[in-house]
């Protein structure tokens, strides 16, 4: 599947849309069975019009796999210490807003992970977001958290990440390859980072979980991958993962356990 024949870059002039609070769309995504809804109603309070999407389920091995299977993507591995089913699963959850993003070419999108609480100030954070963009109009991305709770793209920049995404495959977590420019071979400009104000009182939100905290429905929580699970993946997703060595695993961990 071909995301960007199926969804083909406007022209730029179409494409230019005031970037503003009222303009951006709020997406997240949920789990289906199970998920929290206090947080997403927080969010639709303080900024209306958000659009929920289906979460992938790292707890379920079997649709985390048919989620990277439909993606078509290319599985090389993830972070270091960052081997978790869990990962993978938010990897393609962010992907699934992204293409969402297109789809539906939306000029603006702000993607919230599903566990903050939103500020009444938060719109104004939006605002800064944009004064951003404004001033940076090349770049993709801009990081409105600490790692990539808030991601705020533009319709451009989003059809550029997901081509990126489609040539070089899933190589780190989410947070890493999207914002990491050296890790799909970026420019260094193509992610600017909007910083959170020191004092705590004036920041836009807060997380409703510690970020990896050991609590019921977590990333932390989810099985960890074994070399074999990762090489499987590979050999499901990468054709030429056949002909190489320990099938692209570290040949030290042929013996291991993970």
């Given at each position: 599947r071909d995301l960007l024949k199926k969804w083909p870059v406007m022209p730029h002039a179409r494409l230019r849309q005031n970037c503003?609070?009222?303009?951006?769309?709020?997406?997240?995504?949920?789990?289906?069975?199970?998920?929290?809804?206090?947080?997403?109603?927080?969010?639709?309070?303080?900024?209306?019009?958000?659009?929920?999407?289906?979460?992938?389920?790292?707890?379920?091995?079997?649709?985390?796999?048919?989620?990277?299977?439909?993606?078509?993507?290319?599985?090389?591995?993830?972070?270091?210490?960052?081997?978790?089913?869990?990962?993978?699963?938010?990897?393609?959850?962010?992907?699934?807003?992204?293409?969402?993003?297109?789809?539906?070419?939306?000029?603006?999108?702000?993607?919230?992970?599903?566990?903050l609480i939103l500020h009444e100030s938060f719109a104004s954070w939006l605002d800064r977001g944009c004064t951003l963009f404004e001033r940076n109009p090349g770049i993709s991305l801009i990081q409105l958290s600490q790692y990539a709770e808030v991601l705020l793209t533009s319709l451009r920049g989003a059809q550029h990440l997901i081509?990126?995404?489609?040539?070089?495959?899933?190589?780190?977590?989410?947070?890493?390859?999207?914002i990491d420019p050296h890790v799909m071979g970026r420019k260094q400009r193509d992610t600017l980072k909007l910083p959170m104000p020191a004092n705590a009182m004036e920041r836009p939100y807060i997380l409703g979980r510690l970020t990896n905290a050991p609590h019921k429905g977590s990333i932390f929580m989810t099985p960890k991958m074994t070399w074999a699970e990762v090489a499987l993946l590979r050999l499901l997703t990468v054709p030429e993962a056949r002909?190489?060595?320990s099938f692209g695993n570290p040949k030290r961990f042929d013996l291991a356990l993970w």
């Open positions: 503003d609070r009222n303009s951006i769309v709020p997406v997240t995504a949920v789990l289906t069975h199970g998920g929290d809804v206090r947080f997403w109603e927080n969010y639709s309070r303080v900024i209306p019009g958000l659009k929920v999407l289906p979460a992938v389920n790292g707890y379920n091995h079997t649709e985390t796999i048919e989620a990277l299977l439909d993606s078509t993507l290319q599985f090389h591995g993830l972070s270091n210490g960052g081997k978790k089913w869990g990962k993978l699963a938010t990897f393609l959850t962010k992907y699934r807003m992204l293409e969402y993003q297109v789809k539906h070419q939306i000029g603006f999108q702000v993607t919230l992970e599903d566990d081509q990126l995404i489609r040539q070089y495959g899933i190589r780190k977590n989410d947070d890493q390859q999207l002909s190489l060595p």
